[in-house]
Structure formats: C-alpha cells, structure tokens
C-alpha cells in the first residue's frame, strides 16, 4: 500500500479547474506584441508547483514549467524535455533533449531533476506529490554526460511514465529558493512569470528560443504575453468577451447561451463536477455504510446534475478521471445509486434511526450532517447544493451547508469536521486516487475521508502489480468498490466550453495547451 509524507494535500486533484479567461485582446499578429489575456474565477494562491497544486495554479505553471514527457489530448505519450524513454514496472529512463535551459539560460540536467524528485521522495519536506506523483522510495540516478536520467522504485508503479507527465520540472536555482517561486518562474516552459499582483492579474511573456515542447513543438506562433486577470463573476466576463474587451473565457453558466448566440466559437473540456466524498471516522455518522446509502439516495442525484450543468452535463464513466483515461472501461453506471426516498428511509430505520418531529433521531440525537460545498463555482453548482440541502431537509435530516473556497476547501477537508463533501476529484491515472481512498488520514495521510475499503485494497494492491494499462480490469474493479460501498460518488462530469474571439487551441483535462496557442487567422 502506498504511504505518503506528512504535509497537505495535493490539492491539484481537489475541484474543479478554476480558470475562466479573458482581457483585453491584443491586437497585431502573435510576435509582434500580441497579448491574451485570460480570466480566472478565483486566486490560484501561490504558484510554487513544488507546494501549491491546486488545479488553477497547475494551469497557470504549465506555461512556465515543462514535464519529461506530455500526454497528448487523445492519450498518447509524445516528448517533452525528454526526447526519448523506456519503462518497465519500477524503472523509467529517460533521455533529455540537448539545448533546453531554464530561465536563466543555464541548461537543464538530468541531475537538476533528479534532485527534485529527490526532494519530493524525501519524506521531511512533506511534499503534497509524495504517494501520489512520485512513489514512496523513488530513487533517482543522473548521468549528465549522457543526458538520462533513471527512475526507480522498490515497488512495481504501472502509471510511472504517465506521472512523469504530470510533474512540473523546477530548477536548481528555484529548488534552493522556493520562496520566489510563488511571484516568479524557474522552469524550462515556453513563457515566464514577469508579473504576480495576487487577486489580480499573473502575467506571463513569451520565451525566446524555445523548441522542445510537446512532440517537439516551439512557440513562435504563440501570443508574446498570457495575462491571467481575476474575474470572479460569469456574468461580468461574458459582458467583457461580447464587448471585445476579452480574449477567452469559460462559462458554464446560462450565460453561454448569449455566447452562442452572438457566434463566439468555443472549445470544450469534460471535467469533473458531481462528486460526494464521505467522511467515515468512527465519530461521523456518516461512519455507517446504511447512512450513507441513505442520504445518496434521499436525493435526486440526475436532477443535480442537470440543476449543477444547467442541463450540459457528461455522465462520467470513470471516478475522477474525465479526459483520455488510460482505463476507459466504465465504473460509474453499474454502481449509481437511483433515487428512492422510501428504500432511504428503510435503511435509516434498520440502522437504527426513527422518524420524530419530522427528523430522524437515534439514541436521543437528530441526524445532522456538514456539508462543505464549491461555493465559487458558479450559480448552477451553488443553486445544486442548496438543492441537495433542501431535498435532505425534506427527507428529515438537520443540514448545516458550509460554502467554501479554493483556499479554505483543503483545510476543511483536513479538518475533518464534515459528513459529506462536494469537492471532486480530478485525476489523471487511477493509481492517484488511492491515497484518498486508503492508507494514513491527517496530517500524515491524504485519506482525509478516513476510508478502509478492504477489496478496494486487494484489487488496487493486484493492479499496481501489472504494467500501465494491463492492470486496468483490477483498476475499474477497484473503483466499482469504491461506489459500491458508498465511499465516494461520482454522478455528472461538466463540459466546460472555452469561448473564445481571435483565437484558437487545444485542450485537455488541466486547460489549454500553452503552445497549441494561435491567433485564429494564424497559420
């Protein structure tokens, strides 16, 4: 079983990409002054990729910081800093492209790297990525005279070259004064961070000389600068894109009807959004798999969806993995639980609980639980949370909601003082998911649901011992579990459309690739 250090969680994997865009458009051609300017819904927080992962500042570091390798939107493994690779089930080599340098124009080492995955396997620093990025007991071996570097693990880790994609490559010089990275860059990515003013505006500019991004792509055609503007209200960034004041923008609200209206083009990303996490430490009463059978079904969780997505919704077929999974068998349908307020109501009473004054009560208390909820994730999800509430009152449980926000999310979670969560999980391979799902709780663990799912544990245990995707039956059966048993449910993914005027890119499941980025009329 994977053990991870003490620290925070890494919140990369904690709701939803809080990105929206826009600003004011650049005018001229990408090269010559060209500015994008993008808004995002809330303050990604700090910017250190070693430290601050959650999924807004991900985005905003993938154009400062390069990984080894890069999965494709349609799932391949192309390159990244490194130009060629070989794996097996615990060592990954890797050999690194000549001429790429870090902002400072030093070049880029395999010892560089290594020192960092270094750093994170050490398990003082506490770093987030221990037990979910980098495998506990990596180790990492540097032969800078012939370009490769070598992972290694004690034990078999299928998704080893997969995770190396998800890695944000620091350098030396940022390694040793991490400080600085929250304000500033030090990566090897096609832009720099030059300008951080928090709750305000991030602006990056355009590296010169940068030939080494996915599948060996440059940036020549891309904008010289991305600004990233905090623009928290949907409304106010669709009035701004509709006035040519702004680039691009998500919206996943009922503004996007103007958007389609008026003809603005947009591209789409599936990303996850209907998620429950439940907290089952033995002083919860969510601690009983009957109550939480029950307060799933007492709600409506289709209608949810549709109130959350305002009807534009994906059901997902994966837990936590929306975009090119590498295991894309279905684990979700089977396993949802339908709505039935009468069968909730017989579970609540053979567990022991009995109907009086309208609530349900056991050995003299109401059945109360605390739900913290996306409360910055737009209108729609607000107005299905407070769905969800209203339908549990209904049903007769006493409800305390408990809004949050990108900062406060994870340490509410940490906290443990909560039944049921509204905070999805968004992944990028299923061997991430399990140290939410297993082993340690807070502070030393990221099972902060307290969770012990036995066959979870066997199958994932089967899984991690077969190579990358051969593994996948015993991963999909891993998740079955996981809904099975009420640990956590997944029950509509959001398709986030990216609308956009002047320009054109890819997308996948952290945002836009950097250097996908065209002015439309660009060739």
């Known amino acids: 079983m994977r053990r991870v250090s003490r620290g925070v969680v890494g919140t990369l994997v904690l709701g939803l990409l809080a990105a929206g865009c826009g600003g004011s458009g650049g005018g001229g051609d990408a090269g010559d002054g060209d500015t994008m300017t993008v808004g995002v819904v809330a303050d990604p927080g700090g910017l250190n990729p070693l430290t601050a992962l959650n999924a807004s500042a991900f985005m905003l570091n993938r154009f400062s910081y390069d990984g080894l390798v890069n999965i494709q939107p349609d799932g391949r493994v192309v390159s990244g800093v490194a130009e060629t690779w070989t794996t097996d089930a615990t060592t990954a080599s890797f050999t690194l492209k000549r001429g790429v340098t870090c902002d400072d124009g030093t070049p880029l080492t395999p010892s560089a790297i290594a020192a960092q995955y270094a750093y994170i396997a050490e398990p003082t620093n506490a770093s987030p990525m221990l037990g979910m990025i980098v495998p506990p007991g990596l180790t990492a071996a540097a032969d800078d005279a012939a370009g490769i570097l070598t992972l290694k693990t004690p034990e078999p880790t299928p998704f080893l070259l997969r995770n190396a994609a998800t890695l944000q490559l620091v350098c030396p010089s940022g390694l040793r004064a991490q400080g600085k990275l929250d304000h500033a860059s030090d990566g090897t990515g096609p832009y720099r961070l030059t300008e951080a003013v928090p709750g305000d505006h991030f602006t990056f500019t355009k590296r010169p000389g940068y030939t080494w991004g996915p599948d060996g792509v440059d940036n020549a055609r891309t904008p010289d600068r991305v600004v990233f503007k905090v623009i928290g209200n949907e409304s106010t960034r669709t009035n701004l894109l509709l006035g040519g004041q702004l680039d691009v923008t998500t919206v996943v609200g009922p503004d996007r009807s103007r958007l389609a209206a008026a003809g603005i083009k947009s ?166 998911m399990m140290p939410f799902f297993s082993g340690t709780k807070p502070p030393e663990g990221l099972n902060f649901g307290s969770v012990q799912n036995p066959e979870y544990q066997r199958l994932t245990a089967l899984a991690m011992a077969k190579p990358d995707t051969s593994g996948c039956a015993e991963w999909t059966a891993a998740e079955e579990e996981l809904m099975k048993r009420i640990d956590v449910i997944t029950f509509m993914d959001s398709n986030v459309p990216y609308f956009t005027r002047g320009y054109a890119f890819e997308v996948d499941g952290g945002g836009f690739l950097p250097t996908t980025l065209r002015r439309a009329d660009a060739r």
Not at 268 to 293: H, K, S
Not at 363 to 377: A, F, H, K, N, T
């Open 267 to 432: 591209t789409a990303m599936q990303d996850p959004l209907g998620q429950l996490l439940f907290n089952e430490d033995p002083n919860r009463v969510t601690a009983d798999p009957r109550v939480r059978r029950a307060l799933v079904t007492a709600i409506d969780l289709r209608q949810l969806g549709a109130v959350a997505t305002g009807g534009k919704g994906m059901r997902p077929t994966r837990l936590g993995t929306a975009m090119s999974p590498p295991c894309p068998t279905d684990s979700v349908t089977a396993n949802l639980p339908t709505h039935d307020v009468d069968g909730a109501a017989e579970l609540l009473r053979a567990a022991g609980w009995r109907k009086s004054g309208g609530y349900w009560t056991k050995d003299g208390r109401q059945l109360s639980i605390e739900v913290p909820y996306p409360g910055l994730s737009g209108t729609q999800v607000v107005a299905a949370a407070e769905l969800a509430v209203k339908q549990w009152k209904s049903f007769g449980v006493k409800v305390e909601p408990r809004p949050t926000t990108p900062a406060t999310k994870v340490s509410t979670l940490m906290a443990g003082r909560w039944d049921v969560a509204w905070a999805p999980l968004s992944l990028s391979t299923p061997d991430q």
